[in-house]
Nanobody, 127 residues
């Protein structure tokens, strides 16, 4: 089993920045990549970004490309999501997730390719 705990979500103004963290524990060696997803009220959960533990390959949703950066600290088993130039439409609960298999980049956008999920952290962007 792998446990994921997100932190860092809060209320922030439009144009501001925020860094989310996801701490992984347990059998983290069984995971191949870590992703960030988000879910706004009344909407489906959507992919944000993913990073592989080995090699640090990344892939982003078009909606966040150029504004968000995913990174990792293997020694701490922690993944980060640096969010800049935040917009009201970025308001959502942000979840981190762990994938146990290697996929092509675009396939990491699928929620069913992730075996473990955190409880989420709320990000609210206020104008």
């Amino acid at each position: 089993q792998v446990q994921l705990v997100e932190s860092g979500g809060r209320l922030v103004q439009v144009g501001g920045s925020l860094r989310l963290s996801c701490a992984a524990s347990g059998r983290t060696f069984s995971t191949y990549a870590m992703g960030w997803f988000r879910q706004a009220p009344g909407k489906e959960r959507e992919f944000v970004a993913v990073i592989t533990w080995s090699g640090g390959n990344t892939y982003y949703a078009d909606s966040v490309k150029g504004r968000f950066t995913i990174s990792k600290d293997n020694a701490k088993n922690t993944v980060y999501l640096q969010m800049n130039s935040l917009k009201p439409e970025d308001t959502a609960v942000y979840y981190c997730a762990a994938a146990r298999m290697s996929y092509g980049s675009s396939l990491y956008t699928r929620t069913d390719h992730y075996a473990y999920w955190g409880q989420g952290t709320q990000v609210t962007v206020s104008s």
